[in-house]
């Protein structure tokens, strides 16, 4: 099976059109959470992932707007755009994404994986380092566990007790890249698809992965988007700046 894994969206969409436009063939797509908040395309986005995605895990941000939980946890730029999503959405658009259900989520069959948004241990975990790593992958009862929350794209592994990190490194700052991460028998994997709609690894491309369980192969993709639309729209919205600003810097 072919799975496309996509995550931490958060409201753009020329980012995510930009990534599916680049996917190859899948059988299944899979969001990982954070569907909004940020960015100012929350109904588009919304109502696109509803239509693509099979499988959806609630974020924070998605928890957020939809008023599961206190914008006092919120710095004050990501209260601000909460309040303004939660405001923009219709009311069948947040309806749907109030009853996302919380992770960890599980595809029938494939009973080697499963999905959340910050850690299989706390929703709201974030798994940067990985000494972070160690908890979830020791307490997993499944080899592969995808997560997003951190816009760190990324995997960790962990044979017994040693864990280590993978990060994908790309030739170029501009182009479309894809990189083959292949898996092992016998290792316990957290992956982390990075963020379409606001990476934070310094690199501005969206990024997204894909998991083919009959070649074991985790292929790791950046595709660069509509960067200017997206932060023109952000303008627009009276949204903060720095939401904008902060989009080319990919931090
Ligand atoms: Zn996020």
């Given at each position: 099976?072919?799975?496309?894994?996509?995550?931490?969206?958060?409201?753009?969409?020329?980012?995510?059109?930009?990534?599916?436009?680049?996917?190859?063939?899948?059988?299944?797509?899979?969001?990982?959470?954070?569907?909004?908040?940020?960015?100012?395309?929350?109904?588009?986005?919304?109502e696109c992932v509803r239509d693509v995605c099979k499988l959806?895990?609630?974020?924070?941000?998605?928890?957020?707007?939809?008023g599961l939980m206190?914008?006092?946890d919120f710095n004050p730029v990501a209260g601000l755009a909460a309040l303004w999503t939660r405001q923009q959405l219709k009311p069948h658009n947040l309806e749907w994404l109030r009853a996302v259900p919380q992770g960890p989520l599980f595809v029938p069959e494939l009973s080697q994986a499963?999905?959340?948004?910050?850690?299989?241990?706390?929703?709201?975990?974030?798994v940067v380092t990985p000494q972070d790593a160690i908890e979830p992958l020791l307490v997993s009862p499944m080899q592969f566990t995808f997560f997003g929350h951190t816009h760190l794209q990324g995997a960790f592994s962990a044979s017994e007790l040693n864990p280590s990190a993978f990060r994908p490194e790309y030739k170029t700052v501009g182009n479309g890249e894809m990189l083959e991460f292949p898996v092992r028998d016998g290792q316990r994997y957290l992956v982390n698809p990075g963020s379409i709609?606001?990476?934070?690894?310094?690199?501005?491309?969206?990024?997204?992965?894909?998991?083919?369980?009959?070649?074991?192969?985790?292929?790791?993709?950046?595709?660069?988007?509509?960067?200017?639309g997206a932060q023109e729209r952000i303008m627009d919205a009276k949204l903060p700046p720095r939401l904008a600003t902060r989009l080319a810097a990919g931090r």
């Open positions: 099976m072919r799975l496309l894994l996509l995550s931490d969206i958060h409201s753009n969409l020329e980012a995510l059109e930009a990534c599916l436009a680049a996917a190859p063939e899948y059988d299944l797509a899979v969001n990982l959470g954070d569907i909004v908040g940020y960015g100012a395309s929350p109904n588009e986005v919304t959806s895990v609630r974020g924070n941000h998605d928890k957020a707007t939809t206190d914008l006092k499963q999905f959340v948004h910050g850690s299989p241990v706390d929703e709201d975990e974030y709609g606001q990476p934070r690894d310094g690199d501005w491309r969206a990024a997204f992965a894909l998991w083919n369980t009959d070649t074991h192969v985790v292929t790791f993709c950046r595709v660069p988007y509509d960067l200017k």
